[in-house]
């Protein structure tokens, strides 16, 4: 395990979570790393990445309210989820960007209910 996401848990609609990812690696060495979600029946899909210039991207269900952020220093990545709503429900994980398969860690639970 590469990246091991953590800080998931299960919150009501509107709360907010930090989600952590400890990096095994030196996270330098990954230009782009991002957080992706799964949820039951579909495949795992992107939420926001991010270079090591700290350059953004999210998708558009996370935009305005995810905020992923990096610490080169640390070998950590952040996400920070505010407003959340039942749709971000789901297993989020840390990986590079493209995916590199070794990377994938257990990821973290995230429930959000209503």
């Known amino acids: 395990v590469q990246l091991q996401a953590s800080g998931g848990g299960l919150v009501q609609v509107g709360g907010s979570l930090r989600l952590s990812c400890a990096a095994h690696?030196?996270?330098?060495?990954?230009?782009?790393i991002g957080w992706y979600r799964q949820v039951p029946g579909k495949q795992r899909e992107l939420v926001a990445s991010?270079?090591?210039?700290?350059?953004?991207n999210y998708a558009d269900t996370a935009k305005g309210r995810f905020t992923i952020s990096r610490d080169n220093a640390k070998n950590t990545m952040y996400l920070q989820m505010n407003s959340l709503e039942p749709e971000d429900t789901g297993g989020y994980y840390c990986?590079?960007?493209?995916?590199?398969?070794?990377?994938w860690g257990l990821g973290t639970l995230v429930t959000v209910s209503s």
């Open positions: 991010i270079t090591s210039g700290g350059t953004t």
């Open positions: 990986n590079a960007y493209p995916p590199v398969r070794n990377y």
């Open positions: 690696i030196n996270i330098n060495s990954i230009n782009t």
